[in-house]
Structures are given as structure tokens and as C-alpha cells.
Nanobody, 131 residues
Framework: QVQLVESGGGLVQPGGSLRLSCAAS????????IGWFRQAPGKAREAVSC????????YYAESVKGRFTVSRDNARNTVYLQMNSLKPEDTAVYYC????????????????????????WGKGTSVTVSS
């Protein structure tokens, strides 16, 4: 079965860390760029980070630069989002996505292009940053 499954969310205090995982099954992530996105209650979905296939070029939203790091482990068929120095405004449901339906093998030039290119989404994992 082809799917993306996010995990690693939870409740964390401000200043804390979490590592989110995006595991693919039914296909290999090697050929696909992966994006991380989030949607806070009552707000629109926003792009957080993207990692290109092949080049591993990474992009980050300004709001998370220096705090979040995206990485991929092709052997585990998983992409990670390490989130440090978490703030209450990071509270959201976090989704990973890929461009599987359009065939992958694309290199995106910036975060917005990556967001537009994503066409296959996971169901999300919830992150709450609160004391």
C-alpha cells in the first residue's frame, strides 16, 4: 500500500525539541522531493521545509530557520524534521508530502515551488508547544 505516515508529534514545553518522521511505504523516497507543512488551528496551511531529491538542497520558512532541520535517510525510506527551540507559535498539525503522482525527479528552486509541486500527502501529526 502506497502511503506516507508522519509520527513523532506530541506535547512539548517551549524551548524543547521534537523529531518528526515521515515514513514512506509502497514506494521509494529516493526519487522524490519531500516537503514539510503545518496548519495551525484557524490558519492556512504553510510550508515549513523542503528537501530536494538528488541534490538534497534544503529550504526553510523564515520562521523556522536556525531551529528546524530537514534530513532524509533513504535506507530507512524516511525523512525527518528535527525541531529545536520550539515556540508556542509552532503548534500545528504537521504534514509531509511528496510529488509522487507527478513522477518525482524534480528539483525545486524555493520553498513555494516545492509547496506547489507536492501532490501526495500524509495525514499529519499534531505538535503542541505549551507550558
Amino acid at each position: 500500500q502506497v502511503q506516507l505516515v508522519e509520527s513523532g508529534g506530541g506535547l512539548v514545553q517551549p524551548g524543547g525539541s521534537l523529531r518528526l518522521s515521515c515514513a514512506a511505504s509502497g514506494f521509494s523516497l529516493d526519487y522524490y522531493s519531500i516537503g514539510w507543512f503545518r496548519q495551525a488551528p484557524g490558519k492556512a496551511r504553510e510550508a515549513v521545509s523542503c528537501i530536494n531529491t538528488g541534490t538534497d538542497m534544503r529550504y526553510y520558512a523564515e520562521s523556522v530557520k536556525g531551529r528546524f532541520t530537514v534530513s532524509r535517510d533513504n535506507a530507512r525510506n524516511t525523512v525527518y524534521l528535527q525541531m529545536n527551540s520550539l515556540k508556542p507559535e509552532d503548534t500545528a498539525v504537521y504534514y509531509c508530502a511528496t510529488d509522487k503522482l507527478s513522477g518525482g525527479l524534480k528539483h525545486y528552486s524555493d520553498l513555494l515551488a516545492c509547496y506547489i509541486g507536492m501532490d501526495y500527502w500524509g495525514k499529519g501529526t499534531s505538535v503542541t508547544v505549551s507550558s
